[in-house]
């Protein structure tokens, strides 16, 4: 059984910084694309970054130049960093992975349960 953990969220000021992690257990051959998602009440949950095994980064245009996402394939971890955070930035953030159980079998997606970043103004 796969699970994908993340910790780190908290209450912070506007202008603050946190770091999320994301890290998946269990019997996994092999974790490619991994991302983060967040959503806010009221609204559809949203892509905010992504990364490849080989270090391949997206971002949304609205936390472009404020949040860095990084990954250790070692440890089957990722991270999010968040700078100059903003109230906008509210919202319950999952992380999610595309995981091989073996050589052999498709890759499946995985999701975490969430943790809530809150930016206070």
């Known amino acids: 059984q796969v699970q994908l953990v993340e910790s780190g969220g908290g209450l912070v000021q506007a202008g603050g910084s946190l770091e999320l992690s994301c890290a998946a257990s269990?019997?996994?051959?092999?974790?490619?694309?991994m991302g983060w998602y967040r959503q806010a009440p009221g609204k559809q949950r949203e892509l905010v970054a992504t990364?490849?095994?080989?270090?391949?980064?997206n971002y949304a245009d609205s936390v472009k130049g404020r949040f860095t996402i990084s990954r250790d394939n070692a440890k089957n971890t990722m991270y999010l960093q968040m700078n100059s955070l903003k109230p906008e930035d509210t919202a319950v953030y999952y992380c999610?992975?595309?995981?091989?159980?073996?050589?052999?079998?498709?890759?499946?997606?995985?999701w975490g349960q969430g943790t809530q970043v809150t930016v206070s103004s």
């Open positions: 269990g019997s996994i051959f092999r974790a490619n694309a």
């Open positions: 990364i490849t095994r080989g270090a391949t980064t």
């Open positions: 999610n992975a595309e995981i091989l159980l073996t050589a052999f079998t498709p890759s499946r997606q995985y």
